[in-house]
């Protein structure tokens, strides 16, 4: 029997949490002598009042949507993976690898190789880290840590070395081929007398994307595997009776979630920048985090979770062009979604734990297990 | 090499060693208590951040570096609230608090200085002066060791001394002193010393505080003695390499003052690839410089040279039985 009902758990925690997020961050706007209600005005016009401007909000929400999904298949195996950002990363050599050495006659096969060398370069960035977890019980967290900073060593090589074209000074390779090239939102949606999304990122892999949250979801809740990963994450001791490896399991999922993690590099690598540049995540590894939390974990919440965050992303430009307040604003707004609805997830429920006990006078209920982080 | 290089090199390693060093005893006393801390890198920025800040205003680095140990014990503060009362993740309240300082500190540093998220140059009083050590000028001129002792030993900033005391204080604290027992057991059988009539609760907050007072102190250094002043994310992975660190000493004193001199080394070379290419006779990449630390950290973590074993109670929380 459960504390509170459903309802609760899945829409009132989570936004409960943001309005606290969200009081703080406009309380930080205040003491650096903004006024939060313009600065939230502006924010809302500048990611939600064009077409161009909703196509950042998108571009933004594809890459969140990827590294949220990564860190949402894992946390249901009850596996923390900090290693989007490396992943991604890694991803982007994989895009760019596969861009750049095979001639694609069309852009839509080239998407298709583009996600499978993307995900394959994740996934096998996971590998190692989810082998030692699985084999010699090293914590997966400090291992795929470790992994993003040797990620960024090694593209930092790359970039500077093998990859980068003879005469250029930048480190990033050369521009794609014309073939490999996605069509944005601009080509897909703008007809002859207007213009929609004009200049904006947002491109095909959206779709992808939105597919990857079908995908996770079916995998999650229909299929075996996603049973014996949900398992797993409940409880190890009884998945192991239940005649689940967990060696397989654990491999599994860090290699779906790397792989879902890598795929971001269709939207930002192969879709906007057409080339492989350092530093080309910016940090997307790492809202994927809050975004699944925020998002429980499930595809759906981890959609509007992304949404959101694009709208964070964008909006936060937005502000450090017109106002004085800068882009890190963004970064401690993020910090603060982390904190709420992961870390002191405790000190919301505890209340309403209460609150939703003593509305219903039914006999005491049995301690409902943890649901998992 | 010559002789003078290689003193020179291994002055920048004992330099670059100290932030390493401090930050990996602050997570040594926390997660021997049974807190896991990937939040050493958010409490040595906001350290750095405030120190510099206040040592700017006030001119005076040690009002300064007060208040950057009370950035850190804030920070500590809300890990231990997440972690302790509120029985929360450990992991994601440190992925929490490194992100807060990372953007809070930029967001302060524009509206307090206006300098693109800076704060001003230091100088005079406002950063820690290097202290020579006495009969330095006696000494400098005997062969070999006078060299030694002026240019390696002597010379450094307080902060310097400080972290290198810090190494057998430490060891003294956790393994001669009441205290000490009682914080290891904390963090391998929290239900034992419960037992005991000791408070869990207690302990562990105590823990997180000295963390919070050592990553502090990691923090000043970095903004008042290593450089003059803060810069946008000046602690560039330090915090999760004093984490390397750690693990690589396998949670013990002595060791992680080796391993901290160690990948202090491996920056210190890093900053001077003409030395490592006149000593070995060909190149080696910077970056493979600056993965090492993770790459031994994960060897090492992959139980392939001596298995790193955590403390036991190591990330849980602790509930007591009612």
Redesign the interface.
């Given at each position: 029997m459960q504390k509170m009902p459903q309802w609760a758990d899945v829409v009132l925690i989570p936004l409960i949490s943001l309005l606290l997020a969200a009081l703080l961050s406009a309380l930080v706007i205040l003491a650096i002598g903004e006024n939060p209600w313009s600065a939230l005005k502006l924010m809302v016009d500048g990611s939600m009042g064009s077409t161009y401007a909703w196509g950042y909000t998108l571009y933004y929400a594809t890459n969140f949507i990827f590294t949220g999904l990564a860190v949402a298949i894992a946390i249901h195996a009850r596996l923390f993976n900090i290693g989007g950002e490396g992943q991604a990363m890694l991803g982007g050599l994989g895009v760019a690898l596969i861009a750049l050495y095979i001639p694609w006659p069309h852009w839509s096969i080239a998407l298709l190789g583009g996600a499978v060398g993307a995900a394959l370069f994740g996934a096998a960035w996971a590998l190692i880290p989810a082998w030692l977890q699985a084999k010699r019980g090293s914590h997966i967290v400090i291992t795929t840590i470790m992994f993003n900073f040797i990620a960024a060593a090694l593209l930092n090589y790359l970039l500077i070395g093998a990859l980068k074209p003879s005469g250029s000074m930048e480190p990033a390779t050369g521009r794609f081929p014309e073939a490999t090239h996605l069509p944005t939102f601009q080509d897909m949606f703008s007809t002859a007398e207007t213009a929609l999304f004009r200049g904006a990122p947002v491109n095909v892999s959206f779709f992808v994307a939105l597919l990857a949250c079908v995908a996770v979801w079916a995998l999650i809740w229909r299929t075996r595997l996603g049973y014996e990963i949900r398992a797993f994450g409940q409880s190890e001791s009884a998945a192991k009776y239940a005649g689940i490896s967990p060696t397989r399991i654990i491999v599994v999922t860090m290699l779906i979630s790397g792989g879902l993690a890598g795929m971001m590099a269709i939207n930002n690598v192969m879709g906007e920048a057409e080339r492989l540049v350092l530093n080309a995540v910016e940090g997307a590894g790492f809202i994927g985090i809050a975004v699944a939390l925020m998002g429980r974990s499930h595809p759906f919440g981890v959609l509007l979770a992304a949404l959101l965050f694009g709208f964070l992303y964008q909006g936060g430009a937005e502000l450090a062009l017109w106002t004085s307040i800068p882009r890190e604003l963004i970064v401690v707004i993020q910090a603060l979604v982390i904190l709420f609805t992961g870390a002191l997830d405790n000190m919301v429920r505890m209340p309403l734990e209460a609150m939703f006990l003593r509305l219903r006078p039914a006999p005491k209920p049995a301690r409902k297990t943890e649901p998992a982080e | 090499m010559d002789f003078l290089t290689l003193l020179q090199v291994l002055d920048t390693t004992i330099r670059l060693a100290t932030p390493l060093l401090l930050a990996c005893l602050a997570g040594l006393f926390s997660e021997r208590a049974g807190i896991f801390d990937?939040g050493l890198e958010g409490k040595m920025l906001a350290s750095a951040f405030l120190t510099a800040a206040v040592a700017a205003v006030t001119g005076s680095v040690l009002i300064g570096t007060l208040a950057g140990i009370g950035a850190a014990l804030m920070l500590s503060g809300?890990h231990g609230?997440?972690?302790i009362t509120?029985?929360?993740?450990?992991?994601?309240?440190g992925?929490?608090?490194?992100?807060?300082a990372?953007?809070?500190t930029?967001?302060?540093a524009?509206?307090w200085f206006?300098q693109g998220?800076r704060t001003p140059q230091l100088s005079g009083n406002a950063r820690f002066e290097s202290i020579d050590l006495p009969f330095v000028s006696e000494i400098r001129d005997i062969p070999v060791l006078g060299p030694i002792y002026a240019e390696l030993i002597s010379g450094h900033t307080l902060l310097v001394y400080v972290g290198l005391l810090m190494v057998p204080l430490t060891w003294w604290v956790l393994f001669r002193t009441r205290f000490g027992l009682r914080l290891r057991a904390v963090g391998e059988n929290p239900a034992a010393v419960d037992t005991a009539g000791i408070s869990v609760v207690g302990l562990r907050f105590a823990a997180v505080a000295i963390c919070g007072l050592l990553t502090g102190l990691a923090g000043a250094y970095l903004s008042t003695g290593l450089q003059a002043g803060f810069v946008?994310d000046m602690t560039a992975?330090r915090g999760?390499i004093a984490?390397?660190a750690l693990?690589f000493a396998k949670w013990r004193p002595w060791y992680a003052l080796g391993a901290c001199l160690l990948f202090g080394f491996l920056q210190a070379i890093a900053l001077r690839p003409d030395v490592i290419e006149g000593t070995l006779g060909f190149e080696v990449?910077v970056?493979?410089l600056?993965?090492l630390p993770?790459?031994l950290?994960?060897v090492i973590?992959?139980?392939f040279v001596g298995r790193a074993i955590?403390p036991r109670a190591g990330g849980e929380p602790y509930v007591k039985e009612r």
């Amino acid at each position: 029997m459960q504390k509170m009902p459903q309802w609760a758990d899945v829409v009132l925690i989570p936004l409960i949490s943001l309005l606290l997020a969200a009081l703080l961050s406009a309380l930080v706007i205040l003491a650096i002598g903004e006024n939060p209600w313009s600065a939230l005005k502006l924010m809302v016009d500048g990611s939600m009042g064009s077409t161009y401007a909703w196509g950042y909000t998108l571009y933004y929400a594809t890459n969140f949507i990827f590294t949220g999904l990564a860190v949402a298949i894992a946390i249901h195996a009850r596996l923390f993976n900090i290693g989007g950002e490396g992943q991604a990363m890694l991803g982007g050599l994989g895009v760019a690898l596969i861009a750049l050495y095979i001639p694609w006659p069309h852009w839509s096969i080239a998407l298709l190789g583009g996600a499978v060398g993307a995900a394959l370069f994740g996934a096998a960035w996971a590998l190692i880290p989810a082998w030692l977890q699985a084999k010699r019980g090293s914590h997966i967290v400090i291992t795929t840590i470790m992994f993003n900073f040797i990620a960024a060593a090694l593209l930092n090589y790359l970039l500077i070395g093998a990859l980068k074209p003879s005469g250029s000074m930048e480190p990033a390779t050369g521009r794609f081929p014309e073939a490999t090239h996605l069509p944005t939102f601009q080509d897909m949606f703008s007809t002859a007398e207007t213009a929609l999304f004009r200049g904006a990122p947002v491109n095909v892999s959206f779709f992808v994307a939105l597919l990857a949250c079908v995908a996770v979801w079916a995998l999650i809740w229909r299929t075996r595997l996603g049973y014996e990963i949900r398992a797993f994450g409940q409880s190890e001791s009884a998945a192991k009776y239940a005649g689940i490896s967990p060696t397989r399991i654990i491999v599994v999922t860090m290699l779906i979630s790397g792989g879902l993690a890598g795929m971001m590099a269709i939207n930002n690598v192969m879709g906007e920048a057409e080339r492989l540049v350092l530093n080309a995540v910016e940090g997307a590894g790492f809202i994927g985090i809050a975004v699944a939390l925020m998002g429980r974990s499930h595809p759906f919440g981890v959609l509007l979770a992304a949404l959101l965050f694009g709208f964070l992303y964008q909006g936060g430009a937005e502000l450090a062009l017109w106002t004085s307040i800068p882009r890190e604003l963004i970064v401690v707004i993020q910090a603060l979604v982390i904190l709420f609805t992961g870390a002191l997830d405790n000190m919301v429920r505890m209340p309403l734990e209460a609150m939703f006990l003593r509305l219903r006078p039914a006999p005491k209920p049995a301690r409902k297990t943890e649901p998992a982080e | 090499m010559d002789f003078l290089t290689l003193l020179q090199v291994l002055d920048t390693t004992i330099r670059l060693a100290t932030p390493l060093l401090l930050a990996c005893l602050a997570g040594l006393f926390s997660e021997r208590a049974g807190i896991f801390d990937i939040g050493l890198e958010g409490k040595m920025l906001a350290s750095a951040f405030l120190t510099a800040a206040v040592a700017a205003v006030t001119g005076s680095v040690l009002i300064g570096t007060l208040a950057g140990i009370g950035a850190a014990l804030m920070l500590s503060g809300i890990h231990g609230l997440a972690s302790i009362t509120f029985r929360g993740n450990q992991l994601i309240s440190g992925v929490a608090i490194n992100f807060l300082a990372a953007g809070i500190t930029v967001v302060i540093a524009q509206s307090w200085f206006g300098q693109g998220g800076r704060t001003p140059q230091l100088s005079g009083n406002a950063r820690f002066e290097s202290i020579d050590l006495p009969f330095v000028s006696e000494i400098r001129d005997i062969p070999v060791l006078g060299p030694i002792y002026a240019e390696l030993i002597s010379g450094h900033t307080l902060l310097v001394y400080v972290g290198l005391l810090m190494v057998p204080l430490t060891w003294w604290v956790l393994f001669r002193t009441r205290f000490g027992l009682r914080l290891r057991a904390v963090g391998e059988n929290p239900a034992a010393v419960d037992t005991a009539g000791i408070s869990v609760v207690g302990l562990r907050f105590a823990a997180v505080a000295i963390c919070g007072l050592l990553t502090g102190l990691a923090g000043a250094y970095l903004s008042t003695g290593l450089q003059a002043g803060f810069v946008k994310d000046m602690t560039a992975g330090r915090g999760y390499i004093a984490l390397a660190a750690l693990i690589f000493a396998k949670w013990r004193p002595w060791y992680a003052l080796g391993a901290c001199l160690l990948f202090g080394f491996l920056q210190a070379i890093a900053l001077r690839p003409d030395v490592i290419e006149g000593t070995l006779g060909f190149e080696v990449g910077v970056q493979l410089l600056d993965a090492l630390p993770y790459i031994l950290t994960v060897v090492i973590l992959a139980g392939f040279v001596g298995r790193a074993i955590p403390p036991r109670a190591g990330g849980e929380p602790y509930v007591k039985e009612r």
